[in-house]
C-alpha cells in the first residue's frame, strides 16, 4: 500500500479528535465572557462597598467624637454659664485642653471648635476667641461671608449635619474643607451654643487613594445637593479650588442606593458604579473605563483565539508526527539509537537486527565501565552513607533499600541496638605541626583505626569524618554485650584516650550518647553524643563526657533585673571591683548552684554582654571608641571553649569600659554642669521649669539628674532655680510700677502666693517688705 494513502489516513483521523475540543473550547469562551462581566461588576460594587465602608467608619467615629464633647462635663459647665469669672477662666483652661485632647485622638478631624451663645465666645485647640477675630485671622471662607457663617454658628433651628465642600484661608494657607455643625443643648433642653468640625478634603482622598478600585479608574465622593468632597484625579499637593462634580451623560441616572450604570467622561466611554453612604446622605461613585473594566473579557477572548490558534498548530503538527510514528516504528527506533551512537556518518549494518544487536552490545559495555567508576569510588561513597545513617537521612528510603546499600557497601549489622560517639581534636600540635590537610588526614587515619580495632572487640564499628578536627564513632553492639553498655563506652573512650595521648601526643574531648534500638534512633544517640560534648564548656577541654551524667535541672539562668540594673549602674559610675563582685555572684549562683544546658550558658553570657553595650548606648560611647573598630562582642562570646573563658573574657570588658568612663568622666561632667545652669539662667521664667523638664531636653534620668546637680555644686536643683528666680525678683522689686502678682509671672511663679511663700522662706521677710525696705 502506498506510504501517502495510508499516511493521509492517519493524519484525517488526528485532525478529525483535534476538532471536537476545539469546538467544546469555542462554546465555553462564549459563557466565560459574560460570566467574566458579571464578576467584573461584583468586584467594582464590592470594592466601592468597600470605599463606603472606610469613609462611613470614619463618619461614625467622627459623630461618636462629636457626641463625646456634647456630654463633656466642663463644656456642660461652660454652655451654662456660672457668672463667675475666676470659675469660668478655669473652665476655658480645661476645655481647651480637652479639645486640643479630643483632637489629637482622631487623626481624621482637621480642627474642631466651640461656639458658646451665652459669652458670644468661640473656643478652638488653639484658644479662645471673638468669633469676628476667630473668621479673620484663623478660618476665613472663600464663599460664605461673616455674617452668613455668623448665622450658622448662631442658628437655633437644631440643625445637624454637613455644609458644602468650602474653601477657605486656614491662617495663611488655602484649604478646602467639609464643616460639620451640631447644636449643643444644656441640659438636653436649651440650646446654648454649636459644635463645628473642620474635615480637610485630602484627609477623604488619603483614605480613597489605597483603595484598589483607585488604581483602576477614579472615584468621587459627592453630597446630597451633588457637591463634590473629593477625588482621587485631583494633585492635593497644588490643590487650590474646590473640586467640582463631573458633567456627563449618564451621571444622572444615578437611582437607589446603590447599582451601575453606562456614561460618557471625556469623551470616553466608562461604567459608574455608586453606592449611598449609611451615616450621611452622601454617595460614593467610581467611574472605570470601559476598556479596563472589559479588560478581563478582551483578555479572555484574545487567550481564547489565542490557544485555539497555538492548540490548532500544536495538534497538526502532533497529527502528523503520530502519523510517521505509527508509519514506521523500525526506522524510528533506529534513528534513536543512531543518535546515541559515536559512529561518524551513516552506520553500516546488515539489516536494522544487527545494528539493534550492536547498539546493545555497546550499551553493556558502557554499564560494565560505569560499574568499575563505581567501585574505585565505593570508600567515599561508604562514608556517605555512614554520614547519612547517624544524621538520619536514610529511614525514608524505607528498610528494603537500606539493607541494599548496607550490603552493597559491606556495612554489617550484627544487632538492633546502636550508640554513637562524637570526637573533638583538641590539641594535636605534638603529633603534628603543620596546619596541612595531609598531617590532618594522618591525624584522622590514627584515631579511626583506634576507635575502630576498641569498638570492634563489643560488636561492629565504623568511623564517619564530620568535619577537619571531628569524627564520629558508630558501634553496633552484639547480643552478648547489652548489659552495662555506658561502662563498656566509657572504658573503650578512656582506653582510647589514654593511648593516643601516650604514643602520638594529641588530645581528644569525647561526648557520649545513650544506646537506642534500630537503624531510626542512630540519629538520637548522635544527637545525645553532641549535646554531651558541647558540654565541654562546662567540663572543659581534653575530657570525656557520657549524655547520662548530664544534668539539666534548670531551665533558666539567674541574672534578675535589680542585679543588670546595679551593673548598669557601676558600670555608669565606673566602679569596676563591685560590677566585677556582681559578676562572680552570677558564676557562683549559676554553676555552683545550678546545673545549666549548655545553649542557655552561652544565652547568659550574651545577656551579661548585651548589658554592657546597652549601657554605652544609653551613655552615648561607642565602643569602637574603647576597643576598636573590628571589636565584635559575639565573637568574643563564641572564641570561647569554656565558661573561665568567657567569665574572664566578660570580665575584662567590662573593666575597659570602667577605665574608659573614669578617663573621661570629669571633662565631661563639668561641661554637662555647665550647660544645665545655663539653661536654668535662660528658662527661669517658665512655670514648668523643674528637675523633671530638664531631665527632658538633656534626655537623662530625673533622679540621677538630681544626684549628678547635687555632687557638681552641692546644692539642691530646686533650691538653686529658686535662688535665681529670687535674685531676679529682687531687681524687679525696684521697679514700682511692677505688682507682686506681675513679678511673680515674670519669674515662673503662678501664682503671688506662691512667690511670697518662697520669699519669705529664702529671705526671712515679704516681697513687700523687702520694697519698702529697699525704698527706705
Not at 418 to 435: C, L, P
Not at 701 to 718: A, G, H, I, R, V
Request: net charge negative; hydrophobic share 40%.
Amino acid at each position: 500500500m502506498p506510504k501517502k494513502s495510508v499516511f493521509v489516513r492517519f493524519l484525517i483521523s488526528y485532525v478529525l479528535i483535534l476538532s471536537i475540543p476545539l469546538g467544546i473550547g469555542s462554546i465555553a469562551y462564549m459563557k466565560a465572557g459574560q460570566i467574566v462581566e458579571q464578576e467584573s461588576t461584583r468586584y467594582n460594587m464590592a470594592m466601592l462597598q468597600q470605599v463606603r465602608q472606610v469613609v462611613d467608619a470614619q463618619l461614625m467615629d467622627m459623630k461618636q467624637f462629636a457626641l463625646e464633647i456634647t456630654y463633656n462635663p466642663n463644656i456642660q459647665a461652660m454652655l451654662e454659664g456660672t457668672g463667675d469669672d475666676v470659675k469660668q477662666r478655669q473652665l476655658v483652661v480645661k476645655t481647651l485642653s480637652d479639645l486640643f485632647r479630643y483632637k489629637s485622638m482622631n487623626q481624621f478631624i482637621d480642627d474642631v471648635y466651640i461656639y458658646f451663645k451665652n459669652d458670644d465666645t468661640i473656643i478652638s485647640p488653639a484658644g479662645q476667641w471673638h468669633p469676628s477675630f476667630f473668621y479673620d485671622n484663623m478660618y476665613h471662607y472663600d464663599d460664605i461671608s461673616y455674617d452668613q457663617w455668623y448665622g450658622y454658628l448662631k442658628r437655633q433651628d437644631g440643625f445637624n449635619g454637613y455644609l458644602p465642600l468650602q474653601s477657605m484661608q486656614a491662617g495663611k494657607w488655602p484649604e478646602n474643607v467639609i464643616t460639620y455643625i451640631q447644636p449643643l443643648m444644656w441640659r438636653s433642653k436649651v440650646y446654648a451654643g454649636n459644635l463645628i468640625i473642620l474635615i480637610n478634603e485630602r484627609k477623604i482622598y488619603d483614605l480613597l487613594k489605597n483603595i484598589e478600585l483607585a488604581n483602576h479608574g477614579l472615584i468621587y465622593v459627592v453630597d446630597g445637593q451633588n457637591n463634590m468632597i473629593a477625588s482621587t484625579k485631583n494633585n492635593y499637593d497644588n490643590l487650590t479650588a474646590p473640586l467640582t462634580v463631573p458633567d456627563a451623560p449618564g451621571f444622572n441616572n444615578m437611582f437607589g442606593r446603590e447599582g451601575t450604570v453606562t456614561a460618557n467622561y471625556d469623551n470616553e466611554d466608562v461604567v459608574a458604579s455608586y453606592a449611598t453612604s449609611y451615616v450621611t446622605d452622601w454617595k460614593y461613585v467610581s467611574i472605570v473605563p470601559t476598556s479596563i473594566f472589559m479588560d478581563k473579557v478582551e483578555y479572555i477572548r484574545t487567550f481564547t483565539l489565542w490557544t485555539m490558534a497555538v492548540c490548532l498548530v500544536i495538534g497538526l503538527v502532533l497529527a502528523y508526527f503520530l502519523a510517521s510514528k505509527n508509519y514506521n516504528p523500525i526506522k524510528e527506533l533506529i534513528a534513536m539509537l543512531s543518535s546515541k551512537s559515536n559512529t561518524v556518518g551513516e552506520p553500516t549494518y546488515k539489516n536494522e537486527y544487527d545494528f539493534i544487536k550492536e547498539a546493545i552490545t555497546s550499551t553493556v559495555d558502557e554499564s560494565q565501565r560505569i560499574k568499575d567508576t563505581l567501585s574505585s569510588q565505593r570508600p567515599m561513597l561508604r562514608t556517605n552513607l555512614l554520614f547519612r545513617l547517624i544524621h538520619g537521612h536514610v529511614d525514608s528510603q524505607g528498610k528494603d533499600n537500606i539493607d541494599r546499600s548496607l550490603e552493597l557497601f559491606d556495612i554489617q549489622l550484627i544487632s538492633d541496638k546502636f550508640a554513637v560517639m562524637v570526637m573533638d581534636i583538641d590539641d594535636r600540635s605534638g603529633f603534628i605541626k603543620a596546619d596541612s590537610e595531609y598531617e590532618w588526614a594522618l591525624v584522622r587515619f590514627v584515631t579511626t583505626n583506634v576507635m575502630e580495632e576498641l569498638g570492634n572487640r563489643v560488636g561492629r564499628a565504623y568511623m564517619v569524618e564530620l568535619n577537619k578536627d571531628q569524627l564520629a564513632l558508630l558501634i553496633n553492639f552484639d547480643d552478648s554485650n547489652t548489659a552495662g553498655v555506658a561502662n563498656i563506652m566509657m572504658n573503650i573512650a578512656q582506653e582510647a584516650k589514654i593511648f593516643l595521648e601516650r604514643e602520638f601526643n594529641f588530645f581528644l574531648t569525647i561526648g557520649i550518647g545513650d544506646v537506642h534500638e534500630g537503624i531510626p534512633s542512630i540519629e538520637t544517640s548522635y544527637r545525645e553524643a553532641v549535646t554531651a560534648l558541647n558540654y565541654k564548656i562546662i567540663k572543659g577541654s581534653h575530657t570525656i563526657i557520657y549524655y547520662g551524667d548530664i544534668q539539666q535541672k534548670e531551665q533558666n539562668y539567674y541574672y534578675p533585673l535589680n542585679i543588670e540594673l546595679q551593673l548598669i549602674n557601676y558600670i555608669k559610675a565606673g566602679e569596676f571591683e563591685k560590677a566585677e563582685g556582681i559578676l562572680n555572684d552570677i558564676l557562683h549562683e549559676n554553676f555552683i548552684e545550678r546545673s545549666l544546658p549548655y545553649r542557655l550558658i552561652q544565652c547568659l553570657f550574651f545577656d551579661i554582654m548585651s548589658t554592657a553595650i546597652k549601657t554605652l548606648n544609653e551613655i552615648k560611647v561607642d565602643y569602637a571608641d574603647i576597643f576598636g573598630p573590628v571589636f565584635n562582642p559575639v565573637e568574643q562570646i563564641l572564641e570561647c571553649q569554656t565558661v573561665e573563658q568567657m567569665h574572664d573574657t566578660i570580665k575584662n570588658i567590662y573593666e575597659r569600659i570602667c577605665s574608659y568612663i573614669i578617663d573621661n568622666r570629669k571633662s565631661h561632667n563639668v561641661e554637662l554642669c555647665k550647660r544645665i545652669i545655663a539653661y536654668i539662667e535662660e528658662h527661669y521664667n517658665d512655670v514648668n521649669l523643674g528637675v523633671a523638664t530638664i531631665a527632658e531636653y538633656f534626655k537623662l534620668n530625673p533622679s540621677y539628674l538630681s544626684y549628678f546637680f547635687k555632687e557638681q555644686t552641692d546644692q539642691n536643683m530646686t533650691d538653686y532655680i529658686n535662688a535665681v528666680r529670687l535674685k531676679k525678683a529682687k531687681e524687679l522689686l525696684n521697679d514700682e510700677n511692677l505688682s507682686i502678682n506681675e513679678i511673680a509671672k515674670k519669674i515662673g511663679y503662678g501664682t503671688s502666693a506662691r512667690f511670697i511663700r518662697v520669699f519669705k522662706k529664702g529671705e526671712g521677710i515679704t516681697p513687700g517688705e523687702y520694697r519698702n525696705g529697699v525704698a527706705f
